[in-house]
């Protein structure tokens, strides 16, 4: 039995990536726009192998091995954005990148592409079908999570088909569209606005982009739901089979996991403050304003997004 985990950003990619490792579960990662992470397991070390396609058309690898993690003994949340409104804990990249012990080149690569890999002679998902020969290595494990850049054609759809594919939602919409709100990347936003207005401006919180302007809030929230179900409107227009995947009641029994975490392991359990309500009132004005009532597909009907 092989998944395929359709999550768009904010939708609980990490939360299954890291229960299957820490069940020790082989699968692929989809990251960035240059390359996927194959997790495999030998004993209690966990293989972490990018697999990147160059300008050659050639196939590149870099693995990495680490111990595998306890849940028991991890930090149970780290922030995966950039930005965070509501509190000031330390984001993943904090934990992940060194940036005192990078090079020059190095930190170009991380402003440049989000990684220290250098994959300035690498080519990204979609150009010209040449990670389809990659097919059968990304195939290859128990379940797939984000693939989305195999939905731009139909080479893949073959593979898709043989497996069990999962649409992620939440039911409790004002917690997710809090989550959601808390990643308004204030930099990217503040450019958009720049160039819609031709004036320069740079919002200092999401605070400040709402009282100048809540559109530019609410499009924020519109980009990521539409996202999410223009993957699903995808899987139905190549009609392949798909179920949805309830994050706020599912048991994730599917993927077979003797160790546990709850459902909450990975999301934000943000302090109720000051900024967390007023991100609660921008979530609960968006609701009104846009007449939300389902973050699927479905939803489409009533609030068009």
């Known amino acids: 039995m092989r998944f395929v985990y359709w999550g768009g950003v904010n939708s609980g990619s990490d939360h299954l990536n890291r229960l299957l490792g820490f069940n020790k579960k082989p699968h692929v990662m989809v990251v960035g726009g240059y390359s996927f992470d194959k997790y495999t397991y030998i004993d209690d070390k966990e293989h972490i192998t990018s697999y990147f396609r160059t300008t050659l058309n050639e196939t590149k690898t870099k693995t990495r091995i680490k111990r595998v993690k306890d849940p028991r003994k991890e930090v149970a949340y780290f922030y995966m954005e950039k930005y965070n409104f509501i509190d000031d804990r330390r984001k993943a ?55 989305t850049f195999l939905l731009d054609d139909d080479i893949s759809t073959s593979y898709i088909m043989d497996c069990i594919n999962l649409i992620p939602y939440k039911t409790d919409i004002i917690d997710t569209l809090i989550h959601k709100l808390n990643i308004f990347d204030i930099k990217n936003h503040s450019t958009k606005y720049t160039k819609k207005t031709g004036r320069p401006v740079f919002f200092r919180t999401i605070e400040d982009a709402y009282k100048r302007d809540k559109e530019i809030v609410w499009s924020h929230l519109d980009n990521m739901i539409c996202g999410q179900r223009d993957i699903e409107q995808k899987l139905i227009d190549k009609k392949i089979p798909y179920q949805h995947f309830n994050l706020d009641e599912e048991t994730y029994s599917m993927f077979d996991c003797p160790i546990k975490v709850p ?30 009532t389902d973050m699927r597909l479905s939803g489409r009907i009533t609030d068009r997004i």
Not at 117 to 132: A, F, G, T
């Open 93 to 147: 990249s904090d934990y992940k990148i060194n940036h005192s012990k990078l090079s020059d080149q190095e930190e170009q690569n991380v402003f440049q592409y989000g990684s220290s890999e250098d994959v300035s002679d690498c080519i990204p998902y979609l150009n010209e079908n040449k990670w389809h020969i990659l097919l059968s290595d990304i195939f290859d494990t128990g379940t797939i999570i984000r693939p």
């Open 263 to 292: 459902n909450n392991f990975t999301s934000g359990k943000f302090e109720k403050n000051e900024n967390w309500h007023k991100i609660r009132d921008y979530a609960e004005e968006y609701v009104t304003v846009r007449k939300l």
